[in-house]
């Protein structure tokens, strides 16, 4: 089985397994804080353990900042210690991701993958006024 990891609505954990017949999507509500959660309950609804997935795709390109980064990072940690390959999609590739499995499988492994982002980053924000600069 693959999985597919999509964060790319906000508060919305989209996740699909699938093969080259078969896939089931599942969406959960919450947070992008949630991922690894919402991963744990859907292997345990749909009846598998970590080691039955043998590739991991991820949507980047679309969506917040913060939920692609934790998205590509929870990816990359698993194809690191389950020794897998990984691949990005974006947002249009969702619906053809079993299409692609051939090209996840060509992807050496233990090589990461890296984020493309939506926008530029939000870190700054105001100074509180209560902070006093100089």
Request: hydrophobic share 40%; net charge negative.
């Amino acid at each position: 089985m693959y999985l597919l990891i999509d964060l790319s609505v906000r508060d919305v954990v989209h996740l699909a397994l699938c093969d080259e017949e078969s896939r089931f999507d599942k969406n959960y509500e919450g947070m992008n804080k949630d991922l690894l959660i919402s991963i744990d309950k859907f292997f345990s609804d749909c009846g598998i353990g970590k080691n039955d997935i043998k590739g991991i795709m991820v949507v980047v390109g679309t969506g917040g900042f913060t939920s692609t980064r934790l998205a590509v990072t929870v990816a990359n940690t698993f194809g690191y210690v389950m020794q897998i390959p990984l691949i990005t999609l974006t947002v249009d590739q969702i619906s053809v991701a079993q299409s692609l499995i051939p090209e996840l499988l060509n992807q050496p492994i233990g090589q990461y993958i890296s984020a493309t982002y939506s926008g530029e980053p939000n870190i700054g924000g105001l100074i509180p006024s209560t902070c006093s600069a100089g």
